[in-house]
C-alpha cells in the first residue's frame, strides 16, 4: 500500500531538485564510460568476436532462465492462487538445510533426519508448541522414507471395462483440431504405459494414450481418426524399451475400468409400492458456534418420533453442548456425541468425527437406515416426509455429489496432492504427495446419505482399500469431501451411486473464495454465501427436484429468509409468532471456562454492568442502588435483520445484601459524518437510496417490492473481524482495544472512478498512517485494513476521507482500555505497557506533515492528555473507561430477573420485556412431542 498522495505535496520541489542533481551525475558517468569503450573499440577482432561469443551465451543463458522462471510460474499459478500470503512469506525465510536440524534442537524437539521439504520446514517455523513441530517433523520424514503412504491400492469394483489394465489397441491417429481423448499431461521425464495408465485410471478415464514420447492422454473414447499412416515410434523418457506415440498419434491402452456408473439424482414420483417400509433416519447435526437457538430451530424442522439425532458439537464449543445438553431429557431420539472433536475448516478431524459417530450409532440401540448429516447452517426446503419417501424409493443407494467432470483440476485445486497435518487447532501444508496408484479418486460435497450396510463396511471391515485409504486421509485437507467418494468408486458399492448430496448449496465463488480461513489452513479454499431474502424464488424453483435441504442460512446475516421457508413448510403455525422477527446470539456465559473471552471484550461488558447499574439509580432516584457483581451472560439483539445492541446480564447486590439479575439493552450510537457533501462524497451519502443483493449494489427504487427485504448497511465505519464473504463484521458490537485488528468497511455507490486517501489520527492527536485506494466505477463494499502496529493508544480515534486535498467525511470510533489483562485488572506498570501506543510509528514513517491538511489543532494538549491516562489503573481507570463508554454507548433499557427487593420492584421483568434474552422465543422454543403428529412444532 502506498502512502497517502497528500504526503508529496510539501516537498516536491526538495525532490525535484535531488532529481535533478543525480541525473546529471549519471550523465556524467555515462559520458566517461563512453569515452572508455570508444578506446576499447580499437581491440583486435578476435577478441571482439571472443567478446561477442561469450555476450551471444550470456543472452541465450538468460532468456533461457527468464523461459524456466516462466514455466515454473505457469506450473504453480493454481498452486499459488492456493497459499495463503501469510505461508509464501513464511516460505520465503526458510533457514538454508544444515541450520534445520539445529534449530529444531534449539526448539525443543528433535527432527528424525533431515527434513528436505521447504513447506515442513516452514510449518515446524510456525508452529506454537514442541509437540506440534515434533508432529509435524515425524510426519515429513516418516513421508521421506516412504512409510506413510502406499504405492497403490486394490480396486474391488466389479464393473471393469471392456479390457483389463494394460490392454493394448493400438497406434491411432490424432488431429490438432480435434483432439481424439480429451484430457492431457505432460510427463518429461517419467512417461511410459505404466505411468500413464496408473494417471488415467486415477482420474476415472477408460483409455490412455501416449504421444509424441512425453504426451499422456485421457479419454472414454478413441479412434475417431483411424490408424492409417499412423506412426507411434517415439522412445518412452520412463521406459527407453517402450514406445510413446509420434507426432499426432497415440499409443492406446486401457485404465481396466469403464466409466462412472451413476444412478442419477433420481426424482420424486413415488409409488404406494416404492416407499414401504419406509426408511428411519439418523440426522447428524456436526455444530459449532453459539448459535444454539438457530440449532434448536432446525431440529424442530426435521424432527419425527420415528427417526434419530445425533449431534456433535465441536470440542471447544462448551456454551453450545451444555445449553443442547437438556434435550436427551426430553426428547428420547436425541443424544449429544460425548467423544467430541475439535473440527477446524478443512481438517482431518472431521472424517475422525464422522467415523466416530457411525461406529457410535451401529453400537446403539437405534435402527435406523440412513445416515444424513447437516450442520448448523442447513435448513430443510422440503417437509420431512418428502425426504423419507425419497430414501425409501432408493433404499440401500449411496447419495454423494461429485465435484464434475475434470479430476485432474480437482486434485490440483483441492490439494490432494499435498500433505496435510492438522495441530495446534492448525492445518499445516507439508509438501506434495504421490497418491496411490490402481483406484480412481473423486470427490465433491462433504454432505452425504449413507445406507446402514455401507457404513457397517466402513467402520468395520479390515480390507486394504479401506485401512490404506484411512491412512491416506489421515494427511488430507478436506478429507469428508473426498474420502466416501473414493472409497465408493473402487469398492463393491461402486454400482450404488447416486449423484445426489440432497442440498442445493449458496455459491457465489467471486465472494466466497476470499481465503477467509487462512489463519487456520495453510491453503485457500472456498466457503457458500448465506440465502437472503431475495433468494426465496430461486429456493422455491427446487420444488420438483429432489432436494431437500438448503445451505447457508444464517440468523445473525438474514432471519428473515429462514421464517419464509417456516412459512412456505408449516404454513399457518408460522402467524402471529412472538419474537418472529427478533434473534438473540450469545456472546458470552460466566461458565465457559474453558473458552477463553477476549480481554477487550470484558472490559466493554464491565463497563456496561457499572453504567447499567449507575442508569438504574438515576431512573428510580436513588431507591434502586445495587453493586454490580459479575457479568453472566451477553447476547447480540438484532430485530427484523438488523443490529439492535448488546444485551447484558449480570448479578448485582443491593443495599440490603440480597442478590438481584439485572439485564440491560446497550445500544451503540454511531460518530459518522460528511464534511463536504458535493462530488464524490456523493457517492457515500447517496446510498440511503441503495441496497445490497449478492455484494452487488443496486438502486433500490428501480422496483421497490422487489428489495423489501433489502437491508441497509452503515456505509463508513471501523471494526474488526471482518467476513469478506458476507461483507460485515463479526465483531458484532464493534467491541476495540488496543490489540484489535482494525478494518474500515467503505460503502460507494456507482458514479465515476477516484481515488481518495485514508488517514488515521489516534487520541493524541498523532496521524498513525495515510493511504491511497482506488474506487471503481461500480457500486462495491470495500473493506480496507492498516498496517498499524499495536499496541494501539485507546480513546477516540478518527478515520478521515480526503478526496483531492479535502476533508470530504470522517468517523469517529473507540478503542477501550483494558481493564483487565489475561483476566486479572491491571496495575500501573501494566496499564503503562499496553495503554500508551506502539514503541516508535505506528507504521512505517512519520505522518506529522499531514497535520495541516487535516486540520489537527491541540496537539499538545491531546498527547498530555492521553499521556496522563495511559497511566490510569484501579477505579481512575475505571472512571475514565466508562466515560468512554459512556460516549459510544446508550443503556436502552434495563430489566430484573428472579426476586426482588421492594426498593426495585418497580423495575420490568425481563420474562416481560420484547427485547429481553429471558423473554419467549416460541420459534426456537423445543416442548414436548405432539402425541398424535409425532412433531414438536
Known sequence: MAASRIASSRRLCCKYKCIFYVAFVILCVQFFLYNINIKEADNSSDDRESHEEVRDTRVLTEEDSEEKKQEDEDGNANEGEDLSEEVLASEEKLPNEGLGIKSGLLAGYAPPCKIESAQAM?????????????????????????????????????????????????????????????????LPTENWSQTCIDYCLQIGFRYAGLQYGRECWCGNSFGKHGTTG???????????????????????????????????????????????????????????????????????????????????????????????????????????????????????????????????????????????????SDYPIKKLDSLVSYLSKYRGHIFLKSHGRNTSLFVRKQGLDQTFLQCDNHLWRLGTRTLPSGIQVDGGSDWVGLPRHFCLYVVTSKDKLLTELKKLYKYTLLPVESFFHTLLHNSHFCDKWMENNLHVTNWNRKRGCKCQHKNVVDWCGCSPNDFLSQDLDRILSYEVKPIFF???????????????????????????????????????????????????????????????????????????????????????????????????????????????????????????????????????????????????LLYL????????????????????????????????????????????????????????????????????????????SEGQIGPFKPQLKQPLRPGVWTCVLMYRYEVIAQVNFLVLPLSVFRGNPLDSRKAGLHHNGPIGYYAKQDFSEFEEVLRVTNVREARAAADENGQKHGRALEEWTDSLCAEFWSVQDICRTGAVSSNCASVKKCEESPWSSLSPDPKSTITAVNPITGLIR
Open 550 to 696: 438448503g445451505r447457508k442460512f444464517e440468523a445473525t446475516v438474514n432471519q428473515d429468509i429462514i421464517n419464509s421457508m417456516d412459512v412456505y413448510l408449516f404454513g399457518n403455525e408460522m402467524t402471529d409468532v412472538t419474537a418472529l422477527t427478533s434473534y438473540w446470539q450469545n456472546e458470552y456465559h460466566h461458565l465457559d471456562h474453558h473458552t477463553g473471552v477476549d480481554d477487550t471484550f470484558l472490559s466493554f461488558y464491565l463497563s456496561f454492568m457499572r453504567l447499567t447499574t449507575t442508569r438504574l439509580a438515576a431512573d428510580t432516584t436513588g431507591q434502586c442502588q445495587v453493586v454490580p457483581n459479575k457479568v453472566l451472560q451477553v447476547h447480540l439483539f438484532q430485530r427484523g435483520d438488523r443490529n439492535q445492541g448488546l444485551l447484558v446480564l449480570f448479578e448485582t447486590t443491593s443495599k440490603e445484601g440480597t442478590r438481584l439479575v439485572l439485564e440491560s439493552h446497550m445500544m451503540l450510537r454511531q460518530h459518522y459524518s460528511v464534511i463536504n457533501p458535493t462530488g464524490p462524497a456523493g457517492r457515500l451519502i447517496n446510498l440511503e437510496e441503495f441496497a445490497i443483493y449478492n455484494g452487488v
Open 122 to 186: 516452514s510449518a515446524i517455523e510456525r508452529a506454537t508448541t514442541r509437540e506440534c513441530k515434533q508432529e509435524i517433523a515425524d510426519v515429513a520424514c516418516g513421508i521421506q522414507e516412504g512409510g506413510v503412504y502406499p504405492g497403490s491400492l486394490p480396486n474391488t469394483c466389479h464393473l471393469k471395462g471392456n479390457h483389463s489394465k494394460g490392454h493394448y489397441y493400438g497406434c491411432y491417429l490424432d488431429d490438432a483440431e480435434d483432439r481424439d481423448m480429451t484430457h492431457q499431461k505432460t
Open 701 to 776: 427504487y428501480t422496483n421497490p417490492v422487489q428489495y423489501t427485504y433489502l437491508q441497509f448497511d452503515n456505509i463508513f465505519q471501523v471494526g474488526s473481524d471482518f467476513d469478506l464473504k458476507e461483507a460485515i463484521f463479526r465483531n458484532y458490537g464493534q467491541l476495540l482495544g488496543p490489540y484489535s485488528d482494525l478494518v474500515l468497511r467503505h460503502t460507494w455507490g456507482p458514479g465515476t472512478p477516484l481515488v481518495v486517501s485514508i488517514a488515521w489520527i489516534d487520541p493524541a492527536k498523532v496521524i498513525a498512517a495515510s493511504y491511497d485506494i482506488n474506487i471503481t
Open 230 to 376: 499412423a506412426a507411434c515410434n517415439q522412445r518412452c523418457p520412463g521406459n527407453s524399451k517402450e514406445f510413446c506415440g509420434g507426432y499426432l498419434t497415440n499409443d492406446v491402452y486401457s485404465t481396466g475400468i469403464q466409466e462412472r456408473f451413476s444412478n442419477g439424482p433420481g426424482n420424486l414420483h413415488f409409488e404406494e409400492e416404492d416407499v414401504r417400509p419406509k426408511v428411519r433416519v439418523l440426522f447428524v447435526l456436526t455444530l459449532n458456534g453459539r448459535q444454539v437457538r438457530q440449532v434448536r430451530r432446525l431440529l424442530k424442522a426435521i424432527y419425527h418420533r420415528d427417526h434419530f439425532y445425533l449431534l456433535h458439537v465441536d470440542a471447544r464449543q462448551e456454551y453450545l453442548f451444555r445449553e443442547l445438553l437438556p434435550l436427551e431429557q426430553l426428547l428420547s431420539n436425541v443424544r449429544l456425541v460425548r467423544k467430541r472433536f475439535a473440527t477446524i475448516w478443512g481438517g482431518a478431524s472431521l472424517l475422525d468425527a464422522h467415523l466416530h459417530i457411525i461406529e457410535e450409532a451401529l453400537e446403539m440401540d437405534w435402527m435406523w437406515d440412513y445416515y444424513v448429516n447437516l450442520s448448523e
